[in-house]
């Protein structure tokens, strides 16, 4: 029992990740990040699974400047467009129900709904930005990783990184107010609108 958790923990925190630790301790992070790229729901598991061979096909991740996420979000934006280049297909409903389980704390329908419209837009304003943006802010901004990291998995200059989250933060913001506006004018959610990411 102790040697089993023992070869566990090397398993996450050792030097070297093959594909299937990699996959066991972040698949639902790259799901998640899929569906914000603008992936739909009923297409996730397939791209998952391309994202670990992938993963498999480079050898692994090893330890270095940067982090397993920004690593695997780097060949999640390369498989989801690649795919995306593929299909051709509107980008118009994402379902991060697959992925986003957090109950609802609502106490009524009219409130479950006001934050379902809340997540639509956010995901609504996400799928205005370039998908090279919208990658950073998802990154920064919803995951929490920092510059230097998303510069190192990403493989792009630092400055890149700052100048892009710079440009996709104003961009994001006037979609959303824009969304917003749309909304209470329209009294819901605005045709095309996508449900769905974490907030």
């Given at each position: 029992m102790e040697g089993k958790g023992s070869s566990k923990l090397h398993a996450v925190t050792g030097e070297h990740l093959d594909a299937a630790a990699l996959y066991r301790a972040h698949a639902g992070f790259v799901a998640r990040f899929l569906l914000r790229l603008g992936a739909h729901g009923q297409d996730v598991p397939d791209l998952l699974q391309e994202v670990f061979l992938v993963a498999h096909r480079r050898g692994g991740f090893t330890m270095g400047r940067a982090k397993p996420t920004?690593?695997?979000a780097e060949i999640s934006f390369r498989v989801f467009s690649d795919r995306r280049k593929k299909t051709r297909r509107k980008l118009e409903d994402s379902d991060t129900e697959t992925v986003t389980v957090?109950?609802?704390?609502?106490?009524?329908?009219?409130?479950?709904?006001?934050?379902?419209?809340?997540?639509?837009?956010?995901?609504?304003?996400l799928d205005t930005l370039s998908?090279?943006?919208?990658?950073?802010?998802?990154?920064?901004?919803?995951?929490g990783e920092s510059c230097d990291s998303i510069a190192a998995g990403l493989?792009?200059?630092?400055?890149?990184?700052?100048?892009?989250?710079?440009?996709?933060?104003?961009?994001f913001a006037r979609a959303h107010d824009r969304l917003a506006e749309d909304t209470s004018s329209a009294g819901g959610v605005p045709p095309g609108a996508v449900a769905g990411a974490r907030a």
């Open positions: 920004t690593w695997l957090a109950a609802s704390h609502a106490s009524s329908p009219s409130e479950r709904a006001e934050k379902r419209q809340a997540l639509a837009r956010v995901q609504s304003a998908p090279e943006k919208r990658t950073v802010f998802i990154l920064y901004e919803l995951e493989g792009i200059p630092v400055g890149t990184v700052y100048s892009r989250l710079h440009s996709a933060r104003r961009d």
